[in-house]
């Protein structure tokens, strides 16, 4: 559990429910669309009879940014303001078909869109803000200069204002009213106040990590905003389950769509005490971990990324907090399912590690994954996985007996290490260094 | 007083673990601390007052409390509150404990309070200058003086990894497995930790590596320190900062891991929900330059750390900085010779010489010249400790004012019967005692009981009538048979001459007083009769006393009151049942003419 990002259109979302309980006196004309694979156009159109009406934008929504300078920003035809939703459709259609490379070097398909329609403004209209939490403080960001150019010159465009954990209301109102940037038209500078201190107070309530709106346009009384970006505190999800009604976190831009395996660990792990955590790196990557513990899960991907390169691990993951012995099956059972289903010539090399555990009983966890090697021991055989073992803490002299010999009995090849033997010494007898 | 703990520290712990309880007193046997390390309990919904633990071979007792202000209340020397509530009340039970202004140190084990909280929680800390150890972590441990709960793991790797006396590393991580990791290794290429903290996995802990680190520069225990960081928050700059501004002299052994999550370019969360870069500057790579440019000891990767700890420590033992130790010796847990007890005792002791009552040997008692009369004895035995002579002489009054009611009423009628048909003295003493219950000297508790709650709830004594009325009860307490106001019972006369001339305060018998006024003022006869008068005295005996609201309720609740009346009316019985035999009066048959039967 973590800060997340989220799409664009779900902050937008998000933001329009909340609209009239934070900016009563300012008016937000919400229209959005999210199109994936998954979207029923006709469904869309009958909702949404704007898309007919309107001049569009489109964009993909899947959480990077810089989509105006990698030319994802599709606002004109033949002039700006002339997209229509037969248009806008076909260079979906287009821009989906291909791996789309981006000027950061990531790779991968788009499958996520949103659709608005255009707003003509000039780009001297476009307004920054954004908000971020450090520390015991809360910092907003302002600028009269917002739009793609905004981080050359940050200093000189930006104020930015302090805000205190425990400073009341009415010294936010002053903080922000004083930090205003000098910059922003005379007209403008009442509705500009005033919606600052309420997208902070908006921020602040909805457990935001991160949110930013670049740019976001004033047109009287309405506010556009034209661009998103935020990550949510998803541990807050307990308390804010009825206004983040349906939110998802997507996996980033170029990482293969989370597969349904390890979103079954991930609601696991949400009804869980104990915690589970799986991330699939490559597919085809030799080494497989099964770790416990969320700082040595690391040192072990530190360790075979420096000993046998990145694109040898093929996952992350740990398991923490004395998961129960049904869990660390299914946890296991899941690793193994997805690790044999491609052979490798060489075969493959699976790492059960872990530190010294404060309170989970080593025994009782290894049972689990005994219990998944017998599910898997003939899979396991045919792609000839090698099998080490480092762990220690309560009850690990016998969970280590059992597991080595549970896997003897099983005809898989197994070597098994206590605490006497350095943390991640395995992953180096595991690959001859 | 330099370091996080010593061998006097003493925590309250929130939540009955009773696992992670366990191994913190098995920790205290073992370095043989002279005080248990859990001083109390917090358990909302418990129903006991107290859970069994052992210390060593012997059984113990920890007392639990409903909330935290209780247990602080009980035990203002344990300044370590140990939170072990869930991620979802983590935060109230926290801030609630702060706002006592209490604790030096505050430790919250849960994984995954939400964020803001988590600040807030810090910002409060904070300002208090209370050490706040997490969120999300497995605790600290002062080798040979004070472990938090489960950190170290178990007590065999403990002694593996030198746990048990202070060595001469500070270690501080956020990892709380990786801590025992590095404890081990730090062990086996050392003289093992001093002290060491888990700060906690989340992207807001409380205290963070640059406070722990600084309080470890001042500790003279403490030769070297090593952090281990990690990737995401900036946390391990400030300690960069406080070397470069000269406030860390002494040699740090310094390593961030998640070196990899730079391949992925923040999109795969590893490991912790803090261990995210939202910058260059905060990837596990960065972290390493600048402290290795900043002169720590930076290894060249996270498997070279034993080999940089043997380095740091030889040239310090050769600098002369570092003394060898001479190890203690280990006292063995004798886990085989635990016995769980069937009964508990906490009033009296016939183990030694001479039996005890609350302590004190019977002979110190029992005569005369001693001091002691039959109310100090009652004191000691019901309430284990020794009541003032105003409290002492009040039993004895309650006693003597109840000890009888002549031969009519129903109990003591019920024994005449019983010894005229040639039962015991037992016999015909209990069939007298069952006829004790809610209409036959009931009236005590339940005068105090309703008493109690109209006067806590500031019900004006119309109030309070109007309640009852709606209740469909009559008032406890209150109303005689014969006595009036023209014509009082003396016996309730001298029970509020006694306590108006020695109670420190009798604010409950003044407001019955009040209902009084109003009742007499409907009919005569409703008086404050006597069973009313012990009961409301009782209270305004315990509250003179000091005790909490919630032990009076329990002494109510559990029958204390009527206790008096079974002891003080038990003398009259017993009369009575001797009376019969003496007398030697044939057996009872009533009378056919004294019983309407149905037709």
């Keep these: 559990m973590a800060q997340k990002p989220v799409r664009e259109f779900f902050v937008k979302q998000l933001f329009a429910k909340e609209w009239d309980h934070y900016f009563t006196r300012l008016n937000y004309p919400f229209k959005s669309v999210l199109v994936s694979p998954e979207t029923s156009v006709e469904h869309v159109l009958a909702a949404h009879t704007w898309l007919k009406k309107d001049d569009l934008v489109v964009k993909p929504d899947m959480l990077f940014g810089k989509r105006g300078i990698n030319n994802l920003v599709l606002y004109k035809n033949k002039k700006p303001g002339d997209v229509d939703w037969d248009f806008a459709k076909k260079w979906m259609k287009e821009k989906s078909k291909s791996e789309t490379e981006l000027k950061s070097g990531q790779k991968g398909y788009l499958t996520h869109y949103i659709v608005e329609p255009f707003v003509p403004h000039a780009s001297d209209e476009e307004y920054y803000i954004a908000a971020t939490a450090q520390g015991l403080q809360d910092v907003l960001y302002l600028s009269a200069a917002g739009g793609i150019d905004i981080e050359s010159g940050w200093d000189e465009k930006v104020t930015t204002v302090v805000i205190e954990l425990d400073d009341d209301e009415k010294k936010i109102k002053e903080k922000i009213s004083k930090g205003l940037p000098k910059d922003i038209p005379t007209a403008k500078k009442n509705i500009f106040v005033d919606f600052a201190i309420h997208f902070y107070f908006f921020f602040r309530d909805m457990h935001f990590a991160y949110l930013e709106l670049n740019p976001f346009v004033i047109k009287d009384k309405n506010i556009f905003l034209l661009d998103a970006v935020a990550r949510m505190d998803d541990t807050a999800e307990f308390v804010m389950k009825e206004k983040w009604e349906n939110i998802e976190y997507p996996a980033s831009f170029g990482m293969s769509k989370k597969c349904p395996e390890v979103e079954a660990i991930e609601k696991v792990d949400h009804h869980s005490g104990s915690s589970l955590k799986l991330s699939i790196l490559n597919r085809k990557g030799r080494i497989w971990t099964l770790v416990a513990g969320g700082g040595a899960s690391v040192v072990y991907a530190d360790t075979i990324a420096d000993l046998a390169g990145v694109t040898e691990l093929a996952n992350y993951g740990e398991y923490s907090g004395g998961p129960t012995t049904e869990e660390t099956r299914f946890y296991a059972a899941t690793v193994f399912d997805l690790m044999t289903r491609e052979k490798n010539p060489d075969g493959k090399i699976l790492l059960i590690g872990g530190a010294i555990a404060n309170f989970t009983d080593v025994a009782k966890t290894f049972e689990g994954i005994v219990l998944a090697m017998q599910e898997y021991k003939e899979a396991l055989k045919k792609n000839k996985v090698k099998i080490y073992v480092r762990r220690g803490g309560p009850n690990y002299q016998e969970g280590l007996k059992n597991i080595e010999k549970a896997a003897k009995e099983m005809g898989l090849y197994i070597e098994v290490y206590g605490p006497e033997t350095h943390v991640t010494e395995i992953v180096k007898k595991a690959i001859n260094v | ?599």
């Design chain 2, 1 to 599: 007083m330099t370091g996080l703990f010593n061998k006097k520290s003493q925590a309250i712990f929130w939540n009955n673990n009773a696992g992670a309880i366990q191994r913190m007193l098995d920790y205290d046997f073992v370095i043989k601390r002279e005080i248990h390390s859990v001083a109390a309990i917090v358990a909302p919904t418990a129903s006991r007052k107290f859970e069994l633990f052992f210390y060593g071979a012997n059984q113990i007792k920890i007392p639990v409390y409903v909330n935290t202000e209780e247990a602080v209340k009980n035990h203002p020397q344990a300044k370590v509150f140990l939170n072990f509530a869930s991620f979802r009340a983590a935060f109230d039970i926290t801030m609630e404990a702060l706002k006592l202004h209490h604790f030096k140190t505050i430790m919250i084990t849960a994984e995954g309070v939400p964020e803001r909280m988590a600040r807030l929680i810090n910002l409060e800390a904070k300002k208090q200058k209370v050490t706040l150890i997490g969120p999300a972590s497995v605790g600290g441990i002062t080798a040979g003086a004070f472990r938090i709960a489960n950190i170290g793991g178990t007590l065999s790797n403990m002694m593996q990894s030198k746990l048990h006396r202070p060595g001469s590393c500070g270690l501080v991580t956020r990892s709380g497995g990786l801590f025992n990791e590095l404890a081990n290794i730090i062990a086996q290429n050392s003289d093992g930790i001093a002290e060491g903290i888990a700060i906690g996995g989340d992207r807001f802990v409380g205290t963070t590596f640059v406070d722990y680190l600084l309080l470890m520069e001042k500790d003279p225990k403490i030769k070297y320190m090593l952090m281990l960081g990690e990737v995401g928050g900036t946390d391990e700059y400030e300690v960069i900062k406080a070397k470069q501004e000269g406030l860390l002299t002494k040699p740090i052994i310094a390593w961030c891991i998640g070196t990899i999550a730079e391949n992925f370019s923040g999109s795969v969360q590893f490991g912790h929900a803090g261990a995210s870069a939202n910058s260059n500057l905060e990837t596990a790579r960065s972290k390493n330059m600048a402290l290795k440019e900043s002169g720590f000891y930076v290894p060249e990767t996270f498997n070279a750390i034993p080999e940089t700890i043997h380095q740091v420590y030889q040239q310090l033992l050769k600098d002369g900085v570092i003394e060898p130790i001479i190890e203690p010796e280990i006292r063995e847990l004798p886990v085989s010779q635990r016995k769980s007890k069937n009964f508990i005792c906490t009033i009296s002791d016939d183990r030694g010489d001479e039996a005890t009552y609350a302590g004190i040997p019977i002979s110190s008692v029992a005569t005369p010249d001693t001091g002691y009369n039959i109310g100090d004895v009652i004191s000691l035995l019901w309430f284990k400790k020794r009541y003032p002579k105003w409290a002492t002489d009040f039993f004895e009054t309650v006693l003597k004012t109840v000890a009888d009611h002549g031969p009519a009423v129903s109990g003591a009628h019920n024994a005449k019967v019983t010894a005229r048909a040639g039962k015991s003295v037992v016999e015909s003493l209990v069939t007298g005692l069952l006829t004790i219950g809610p209409r036959f000297g009931g009236a005590i508790d339940d005068a105090a009981k309703y008493f109690k709650y109209a006067y806590d709830e500031n019900l004006s004594p119309p109030d309070f009538l109007m309640y009852m009325k709606n209740q469909n009860i009559p008032i406890p307490g209150i109303g005689h048979r014969i006595k009036s106001l023209k014509n009082p019972d003396k016996r309730v006369e001298g029970l509020k001459n006694y306590a108006t001339r020695f109670f420190p305060q009798h604010a409950l018998l003044d407001y019955a007083l009040k209902v009084e006024l109003e009742t007499t003022a409907k009919k005569d006869n409703l008086i404050l009769n006597v069973d009313g008068t012990i009961g409301i005295l009782m209270v305004d005996m315990w509250r003179s006393l000091g005790y909490a609201e919630s032990e009076i309720d329990e002494f109510i609740s559990g029958g204390t009151l009527n206790a008096f009346f079974i002891l003080g009316r038990s003398i009259g019985f017993i009369g009575h049942i001797l009376d019969e035999k003496r007398l030697q009066m044939p057996m009872y048959r009533h009378p056919f003419d004294d019983i309407l039967y149905d037709e």
